[in-house]
């Protein structure tokens, strides 16, 4: 039986496709306005000019102006989260780290507009959009797994959550902000494996045991 949900006539799906249209288009228009003048500068007034739609149209879409912001960042999140979601879980949860913070890396650098806005500080004292919270609890879950292994250097997750933010925020910036640089094509993987190494003691050991 069909669900109720969903559009039954053509007339009902056009205006769904109309409804998502308009939607994706305010986003997208939202996304540029926020990383030209920052979440200080956003308005609603500002992204009616930009993206063509009235402001009531906008408050209709979306409620408010931080209900606005929030369904921005979790639609720039949900493609994150669909790539970590992806990637094979590998006996060594270390492993299961290093292929999703490469994942993690490498969709910034493919989409560097996502990752400015994922980095800037947001005015309001709000919670975190949902796809934000689900990432950190992918990572929290694999490291905690490390914790509970007595692999992980110091013994605290959410100390070891900050540096792999603050790790990736540094390499996706690095890269995308200095494109003078002749990177070299392992320096991402090469740069994750080390500090990877540092977070995980015993990987450390064992690569030195191989290569002695």
């Known amino acids: ?16 496709l109309q409804r998502e249209e308009a939607r994706r288009a ?14 200080e500068g956003f308005s609603m007034r500002r992204l009616a000019r930009r993206c063509g ?13 931080q209900q606005l912001l929030d369904a921005m960042l979790d639609a720039r999140l949900r493609p994150v989260l669909e790539r970590l979601r992806r990637v094979r879980r590998r006996a060594d949860p270390a492993d299961t780290v290093l292929a999703m913070l490469l994942e993690f890396a490498r969709f910034g650098i493919e989409n560097p507009n996502h990752h400015r806005l994922l980095s800037m500080h947001r005015l309001d004292d709000g919670p975190p959009p949902p796809a934000a ?5 992918v ?4 490291l905690g ?38 990177w070299k094509r392992s320096i991402i993987e090469y740069s994750l494996e080390t500090a990877l190494c540092g977070l995980v003691p015993q990987r450390a050991a064992r690569a030195a045991g191989r290569t002695s």
Do not use: C, N
């Open 26 to 39: 305010i986003l997208d228009a939202a996304e540029g306005l926020v990383v030209e003048v920052g979440y």
């Open 139 to 142: 990572f929290e879950e694999l």
């Open 133 to 137: 919270d689900e990432i950190g609890a």
């Open 1 to 16: 039986m069909a669900s109720s949900s969903l559009p039954s006539t053509p007339s009902e799906r056009r205006r769904s």
């Open 145 to 182: 797994e490390l914790e509970a292994g007595g692999r992980l250097r110091g013994g605290d997750v959410e100390q070891a959550l900050q540096f792999v933010w603050m790790l990736l925020h540094g390499i996706v910036s690095l890269h995308t902000g200095r494109p003078d640089v002749e």
């Open 53 to 65: 739609y009235t402001a009531p149209t906008l408050y209709h879409y979306f409620g408010d102006k």
